[in-house]
């Protein structure tokens, strides 16, 4: 089982994703992740113009020996304002994310847990 020396059981986490101001680090604005979710990597990019965040996430439960949830989520930011693009659950903790330019599109390519995963961009207006 994982040690969590540094969480007391009864408590809750709460973690949020934030947009800050290039001169006072003040926060513009700020998005919160679901209860007991923590985000482990990020991942930032440009497309068509359009700046995005993407995040991996992990939904903790102290009992679990390995992670069986996480998500992949998906923020556009638009005038220093963060919004929500896509939601995508997975089984397990993201770890690491990476991009990777294919012949005529670009895939995106997950650590959960053990498995990598593929999946390929394509936006929405």
Known sequence: MPDFQYLNKNESLFNSIAVLDKATMGIRDQQCLKRD??????????????????VGTVLMDMEEHFPQKGRLI???VR?????????ESVNGSVQAMAFVDGETERYLVVGVN??????RLTRKD
């Open 74 to 76: 998906v923020y556009e």
């Open 37 to 54: 979710e923590v985000g482990n990597c990020l991942l930032c990019f440009e497309n068509g113009g359009a700046r995005f965040v993407l």
């Open 79 to 87: 005038d220093d304002k963060l919004q929500l693009r896509h939601n």
């Open 114 to 119: 053990d498995e990598v995963l593929l999946f």
